[in-house]
Structures are given as C-alpha cells and as structure tokens.
C-alpha cells in the first residue's frame, strides 16, 4: 500500500481545505482509511478514519462538526474537507491504511497545513 496526501497549504483562521489522499498498491476497497496529523513537537494524533465502504466514520472530538472525511473506491482517493480551520489544526497531516481493526500504518508523505490567526 502506498499512500499520498496532498491539498494542505496555508490559510487563515475560518479558511476551509479539502486534502486528498491518493492509494496505490493493495486494494483500496479493502481497507480502513484514516487522517492523522503531527503538530511540532507533538504525537502524531488521530483526526479521522472512514470504513472500507464508506459507510462508517468516526471523528476525533475537536474536529467534530468541521471536519468530513470521505472515500471514492473507484478513483482510489480518499479526502478530508476541513472547514472552519483554527490555528490549533496547524501540522503535517497524514493518511494511513488500517486492517482488520489493526494499528494504522503505510504512512506515505504527508501534506504541511498552517492556519494562521
């Protein structure tokens, strides 16, 4: 599985983004996609993931409200539309491939996003 996110850049508090998040490799119906991002000097934190069907997501609770994440299986493409953005979404946001309720992984290049106030 190899995994590119793209579509971060820099915004002002309130902005909206829209990242995506490009699959190749193993099926991209077969696994559990999700966004993470690392804040400097921080863990790497979970923001969002979404089933392999599309039918199930589940939100960290500081995104909740602003944040969609979303699949289209037949483009392998993953996306996360973030709106409303606060300087604390500022990070490198990733996207990873989750199986079989595993721990996250295929971590590829993230995308930098920086909300200024």
């Known amino acids: 599985v190899q995994l590119q996110a793209s579509g971060g850049g820099l915004v002002q508090t309130g902005d909206s983004l829209r990242l995506s998040c490009t699959a190749s490799?193993?099926?991209?119906?077969?696994?559990?996609m999700g966004w993470f991002r690392q804040a400097p000097g921080k863990e790497r934190e979970f923001v969002a993931r979404v089933s392999s069907n599309g039918a199930s997501t589940v939100y960290a609770d500081s995104v909740k409200g602003r944040f969609t994440i979303s699949r289209d299986n037949a483009k392998n493409s993953g996306y996360l539309q973030m709106n409303s953005l606060e300087p604390e979404d500022t990070g490198v946001y990733y996207c990873?491939?989750?199986?079989?309720?595993?721990?996250?992984?295929?971590w590829g290049q993230g995308t930098q996003v920086t909300v200024s106030s």
């Open positions: 990873g491939a989750q199986f079989n309720g595993r721990t996250f992984g295929y």
């Open positions: 490799g193993r099926s991209f119906r077969s696994y559990t």
